[in-house]
């Protein structure tokens, strides 16, 4: 009985860590089988850091969404000063955007980026699939190509 109990236990501690293995949200900690050889994605917060550490941002909320597989999403609403124009969000809507593409593998992206009633985000350039943002951003090129140029660091 007590050699069941133990298999038992053993058995659901190593479902409980593959299932946190699977769910594991930091960016390029689990190697993506879509991804081309060599691939290697900038790690989550330091994307989200970057993103942050923009001049013109003020805050910003960002997350990768993965439902167990189902989805790869990166979301990003970003504030900035008040009193901007839509024309002077856009640049900033590309920044936030180029910086994230050095996340995970094939991820898609919700980026909004706000200041006072002004609101730039993709569905504005008809960016709606990965390969949208493919033909407009370039390829991913994950550590390979951090950071931008107009990314501060140290």
């Known amino acids: 009985?007590?050699?069941?109990r133990?298999?038992?236990?053993?058995?659901?501690?190593?479902?409980?860590?593959?299932?946190?293995a699977a769910c594991s949200s930091t960016g390029?900690?689990?190697?993506?089988?879509t991804a081309p050889a060599g691939y290697e994605a900038v790690p989550?917060?330091?994307?989200?850091?970057?993103?942050?550490a923009l001049p013109e941002v003020r805050s910003a909320d960002l997350d990768h969404l993965d439902q167990l597989g189902q989805s790869n999403d990166y979301r990003a609403e970003v504030?900035?000063?008040?009193?901007?124009?839509?024309?002077?969000l856009v640049p900033v809507f590309d920044r936030v955007t180029e910086i994230l593409r050095h996340g995970r593998w094939g991820a898609s992206t919700t980026?909004?980026?706000r200041s006072s009633g002004e609101?730039?985000?993709g569905t504005a350039h008809d960016l709606?699939?990965?390969?949208?943002f493919a033909r407009f951003y370039g390829e991913q090129t994950g550590q390979e190509g951090w950071p931008p140029p107009f990314v501060r660091t140290g």
Do not use: H, I, K, N
Not at 6 to 20: C, F
């Open 1 to 4: 009985m007590t050699s069941r």
């Open 6 to 20: 133990t298999r038992a236990r053993s058995l659901l501690a190593g479902l409980a860590l593959a299932l946190a």
């Open 28 to 33: 390029g900690a689990t190697p993506d089988p």
């Open 44 to 52: 989550d917060e330091e994307l989200f850091a970057a993103v942050r």
């Open 79 to 88: 504030r900035l000063q008040p009193g901007l124009s839509r024309r002077e």
């Open 111 to 113: 980026v909004l980026v």
């Open 119 to 121: 609101t730039e985000s």
């Open 128 to 132: 709606f699939t990965t390969e949208d």
